[in-house]
């Protein structure tokens, strides 16, 4: 059994990288694609299915240590675009979306496949309310707890993040309104029932301590009102010197693409396949203001190598990249070492908002 326990590890942790370049790959590839919005669509879909790839593993590596999954922060903005952009691509033209989207949206928590859920259940729903031609408008923006959706007597303590999806369709009777969130309730027939269920949207809004709220005018349109707390803002340090990383990673494509990404946002890069090389390349005159390094290391294991170098640098901020479902944050001064753990896999938004958060 041990054996098979260190197997299913190792299993996961190459595919944790084989995601995690998938995903920056993508990235790089959106910078250099000319016709980018032709091909959107496809990028997108390979994007969504990479990160439900993910969360299958996560669940799988979970279960077997009796875990709950792990939560990520979303980008709740960048999940519509995509969505939309793939709906769009069904519709020909004969449906428009209107996005106003808050452009300094607070992030969410929670797991990419449930709000992927459920904000195609409220699209797909609105488009086919509308029918042949028409508009659906998603509007998300930041606000108190207390201006949340169904919410009137709660300290505003939180921020949330609100998400209107509203079109100019045939709308819902009000004799049906209070039961369209009960199980099995539809109006669609079988052929065209392609949604989740509204029953699943509500029961997965409540999961994550959201609300949700629908108003309708027969023959005008809906708006579906939702709201969810946020992770809070990041404090960004802005500096206008030339931000210098010591980057440590030994898979060579995730190596090249990351030095790619963060040299594209003018970061210097000084790059490392292993511990030594890193060490070779740590200069004490002359320190890196930030270190990314990979936890697992083909030499030396990526926290002794923090251990180290903190004989010799106590204050530069390190952040440890993870392939495996250790949580190494809870181990025994890992904190006192590390400013920030990101695991595997991740896409470049996720590790270049970590970077701006601690060097700007």
Do not use: W
């Not at 593993?57 to 960048?78: F, H, L």
């Not at 028409?134 to 108190?144: E, F, L, P, R």
């Not at 903190?310 to 390190?318: Q, S």
């Not at 006192?336 to 601690?358: G, M, Q």
């Amino acid at each position: 059994m041990a054996n098979q326990n260190l197997s299913a590890a190792h299993l996961s942790h190459d595919l944790n990288n084989i995601i995690t370049r998938i995903l920056n790959s993508l990235e790089a590839l959106k910078k250099k694609v000319a016709n980018y919005d032709e091909v959107a669509p496809i990028i997108n879909g390979i994007e969504n299915s990479a990160f439900m790839a993910a969360e299958i593993m996560e669940d799988i590596q979970a279960e077997s240590k009796g875990k709950p999954p792990r939560k990520k922060k979303i980008d709740v903005n960048k999940l519509i675009e995509d969505l939309v952009s793939t709906v769009s691509l069904s519709q020909k033209n004969k449906i428009k979306f209107n996005l106003k989207l808050q452009s300094d949206l607070y992030p969410v928590e929670g797991r990419y496949s449930d709000f992927y859920r459920i904000l195609l259940n409220l699209i797909v729903n609105a488009v086919e309310a509308i029918g042949n031609r028409g508009t659906v408008t998603i509007a998300t923006s930041n606000i108190g707890m207390t201006d949340r959706a169904g919410s009137s007597d709660l300290f505003d303590t939180q921020p949330f993040v609100q998400i209107k999806i509203s079109d100019n369709g045939t709308g819902i009777d009000p004799e049906i309104i209070p039961f369209i969130f009960d199980e099995n309730f539809s109006t669609k027939s079988k052929v065209k029932n392609r949604g989740f269920g509204l029953s699943i949207v509500k029961r997965l809004v409540d999961n994550y301590e959201g609300t949700i709220k629908v108003s309708s005018e027969k023959g005008k349109g809906s708006e579906f009102l939702l709201a969810f707390p946020s992770s809070g803002r990041s404090k960004v340090k802005i500096s206008e010197k030339e931000k210098h990383i010591l980057l440590v990673e030994d898979e060579d494509i995730l190596l090249e693409l990351l030095t790619e990404l963060l040299e594209s946002y003018g970061y210097k890069i000084t790059a490392a396949p292993d511990g030594k090389g890193m060490f070779k390349k740590y200069d004490p005159v002359n320190p890196p203001d930030l270190l990314i390094i990979d936890q697992k290391l083909p030499d030396i294991d990526g926290v002794e190598c923090v251990r180290k170098l903190r004989t010799m640098n106590k204050t530069i901020p390190v952040i440890l990249a993870s392939g495996s479902q250790t949580d190494y944050s809870m181990e025994p001064g890992v904190n006192e070492i590390v400013n920030k753990t990101i695991h595997k896999p991740y896409n470049f938004e996720e590790i270049l908002s970590i970077v701006k958060e601690l060097i700007g």
